[in-house]
């Protein structure tokens, strides 16, 4: 069936590091792949998505590329802030809106000022 | 726009209670919402897929006596936890997406049932 592997936290930076975070999947078909974040006692925000091999989403200077050929969609940003400190999932859709997303087990990210 | 509105945020209920939790989408038509649990420090957990006029669709291992789920209209699905227990306390989340888009699904905000 359709998976998606993520890296597993906890992560630590200092403040201005730079983040990656691995999130490779395995579907039947051509999904949409996209990235969340949960913020502590929060419900789940769309950070960015992407639709179709070689797009790239982008949001708050955090960046995904979506790689067919290495089915792979790692989430990177240059410079991280306290306020990025939160939990990111990774996730997919081969179906949009009449089959639930595929999510990876999140990895929790901490800064460090 | 594809606001979903999920309340209560919390509640607090007597061991043996029912709780019922609201999932609206405010700004576009939901045939489908998914309800998820969330356990501490845990990725989500699919509990059931809404399905507007029909029956929820549960996954297995999901009491569907315990958590009833209703889909009256193309805007409101509620999940009604029954006869709660302290093993029931958790973060439940709906989500929902407009048809037809590639918008990426939203998500309430959560609600946070502690069962005492």
């Known amino acids: 069936g359709d998976s998606v592997t993520q890296m597993e936290g906890p992560v630590t930076l200092s403040e201005e590091a730079f983040l990656t975070i691995n999130c490779t999947y395995t579907?039947?078909?051509?999904?949409?792949l996209f990235w969340y974040v949960q913020y502590p006692g929060e419900g789940l925000q769309l950070l960015l998505k992407?639709?179709?091999?070689?797009d790239k989403g982008s949001n708050k200077g955090f960046e995904a590329t979506y790689r067919k050929e290495t089915t792979s969609f790692h989430l990177e940003k240059g410079s991280v802030q306290v306020s990025d400190s939160a939990v990111y999932f990774c996730?997919?859709?081969?179906?949009?809106?009449?089959?639930?997303?595929?999510f990876g087990k999140g990895t929790r990210l901490s800064v460090i000022a | 726009g594809a606001v979903v509105s999920q309340h209560p945020s919390r509640v607090i209920c007597k061991s043996g209670t029912s709780v019922k939790i609201e999932c609206r989408s405010l700004?576009?038509?939901?045939?489908?919402m998914f309800w998820y649990r969330q356990f501490p420090k845990q990725s989500l957990m699919l509990m059931a897929t809404?399905?507007?006029?029909?029956?929820?669709?549960?996954e297995q291992g999901v009491e569907k006596d315990k958590f009833l789920i209703n889909h009256a209209s193309l805007t409101l699905s509620t999940l009604t936890v029954t006869s709660a227990h302290p093993e029931d306390s958790s973060f439940y989340i709906c989500?929902?997406?407009?048809?037809?888009?590639?918008?990426?699904?939203?998500f309430g905000s959560g609600t946070r049932l502690t069962v005492v």
């Open positions: 989500s929902a997406t407009p048809p037809g888009a590639h918008y990426g699904y939203t």
């Open positions: 579907a039947t078909g051509y999904p949409s």
């Open positions: 992407a639709t179709k091999a070689d």
């Open positions: 996730a997919l859709s081969v179906n949009s809106g009449n089959t639930p997303l595929v």
């Open positions: 700004d576009f038509q939901a045939t489908t």
């Open positions: 809404s399905n507007e006029g029909s029956k929820a669709t549960y």
